[in-house]
């Protein structure tokens, strides 16, 4: 393999480092690596070794664009919105580099196309944003013999290791067993800043190019963990490989891929898992809610004698409690009479919402007359949250997807405090009764 003037050209600057030279450079033409998840992670991965020459670039990705993706995928444009992935991601990357052998793997990666999506690629990159995936990348690595550069981000944190290197730990050794799914935050949960899987991916594409070029990594055995907040980085010293590892130790008990999503009981991906904890007869829809507002003026939360969340008068997002959208205007009272839900043998009460997201994300949209007490904080707020509920008033719980109003509603059910939550939360409300109300 040689390199032509042209290339010589191209990669010149990296190619003056003394410890890259025209044989680092041979190596980084003759590398094969594979990223998986063209994401956050992926994007400046996927830019950085496209841009170094890599020999043969692999991409995994089973998912398309979508327009909340750009503020940090960066390999994404808006004209991609809708399309592969793996495409938009080719076609930004043939932009930049198109010296490079592209692959396109347009694939959910599990335990039946791993091992053989994985096997011909010298390196894989995890840019991946979730734990089945992980593990099963990390199994799949260990049994090919590959080293794993593994790179996390979340808010403004993250975090680099390479893992299965130079005889150090894999992700089995630290974690044997997954964490409880409801302890994994997700971005679309914990949000994440564009800069901070931008930093990460970056570093995470340094990691492949010295181990191609110089056969080392800094990261073997060791993991950064960046604060983009506070502007802090720390290394820290993992403990070694494990003897008793199930997969990579001395007597492997893991021999071939298991079921992912079983032994991590999380779906391989990091969105929101739908909670049942109230049963659905218990609960409200958007529409009957809708009806209800509209049958009955809300209680002002002046009128509700708590802090006030606003005035009645200020909707961030919408002034009016949304178009009637052919939605009948007479309640119906769809929910069990056991709760404060509205019930067609009474007059309706005027409703009190009770919006349990986390201020943050109330300051972004809410429905007017809305008050905000985040579900975690209840348990201190209870006097102000029974005053809420007083004679006379149903108290209707909602958040974003009407998962933590189910625990909020099971909590001050607990309490002796009678309420309804509504099915499906403020993004039901944006789909079935305010096209308007924005979603984030
Ligand atoms: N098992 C898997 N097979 C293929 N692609 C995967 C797998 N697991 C995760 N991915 C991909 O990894 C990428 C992770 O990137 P990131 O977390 O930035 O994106 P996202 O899932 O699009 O984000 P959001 O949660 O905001 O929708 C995603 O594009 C996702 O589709
Ligand atoms: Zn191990």
Redesign the pocket.
């Known amino acids: 393999m040689s390199l032509s003037n042209e290339e010589i050209e191209r990669y010149g600057r990296q190619m003056i480092l003394p410890n890259i030279g025209r044989p680092g450079q041979l190596a980084i033409k003759q590398a094969s690596v594979l990223v998986?998840?063209?994401?956050?992670?992926?994007?400046p991965v996927a830019m950085y070794l496209a841009c170094a020459g890599i020999g043969t670039l692999g991409l995994?990705?089973?998912?398309t664009?979508?327009v909340?993706?750009i503020h940090?995928?960066v390999i994404h444009t808006e004209d991609s919105v809708g399309i592969a992935?793996t495409t938009s991601a080719r076609q930004a990357l043939e932009r930049a580099n198109s010296h490079v052998r592209y692959v396109e793997?347009n694939?959910?990666?599990?335990a039946s196309n791993a091992l053989d999506t994985l096997r011909p690629y010298d390196i894989i990159v995890d840019?991946?944003?979730?734990v089945?995936?992980r593990y099963?990348l990390n199994d799949a690595c260990v049994m090919l013999g590959k080293p794993l550069v593994s790179g996390s981000?979340l808010r403004f944190d993250g975090q680099l290791t390479v893992y299965h290197y130079h005889g150090g730990p894999c992700y089995r050794c630290l974690f044997p067993t997954p964490p409880p799914p409801e302890t994994v935050t997700?971005?679309?949960d914990g949000g994440?800043l564009g800069p901070v899987?931008g930093m990460l991916g970056s570093l995470q594409a340094l990691e492949v190019l010295k181990m191609v070029a110089l056969g080392e990594s800094a990261f073997a055995g060791r993991m950064l963990l960046a604060d983009g907040l506070a502007g802090a980085f720390r290394t820290v010293k993992l403990r070694g490989r494990q003897k008793t590892c199930a997969v990579c130790g001395d007597e492997p008990t893991i021999k071939e891929l298991v079921d992912y999503v079983q032994f991590c009981g999380a779906r391989?991906?990091?969105?929101t898992k739908p909670v049942k904890m109230i049963p659905a007869n218990e609960r409200i829809t958007v529409r009957e809610l809708h009806a209800r507002l509209n049958a009955v003026p809300t209680a002002t939360a002046a009128a509700a004698s708590a802090t006030p969340a606003e005035n009645s008068t200020t909707a961030t997002a919408s002034n009016s409690t949304a178009p009637t959208n052919g939605t009948s205007t007479t309640p119906n009272g769809a929910a069990s009479s056991s709760t404060a839900a509205p019930t067609a043998d009474r007059t309706p009460s005027p409703v009190v919402l009770l919006d349990v997201r986390a201020p943050v994300q109330f300051g972004i949209a809410h429905l007017p007359n809305s008050i905000n007490v985040p579900w975690r904080d209840l348990p201190s707020r209870l006097d102000e949250v029974r005053a809420l509920a007083r004679d006379g008033t149903d108290l209707v719980v909602l958040c974003r997807r009407g998962n933590d109003s189910q625990r909020a509603v099971a909590n001050l059910r607990k309490e002796g405090i009678e309420c309804v939550d509504v099915i499906g939360g403020l993004e039901a409300w944006s789909a079935d009764v305010d096209p308007e109300f924005p979603r984030y």
């Not at 998986?36 to 994007?43: I, N, P």
């Open positions: 998986v998840g063209t994401g956050g992670l992926g994007a995994v990705d089973h998912d664009v979508a909340s993706n940090r995928q992935k793997h694939l959910l990666l599990d840019c991946t944003d979730n089945p995936t099963l981000a997700n971005c679309d994440v899987t391989p991906d990091d969105k």
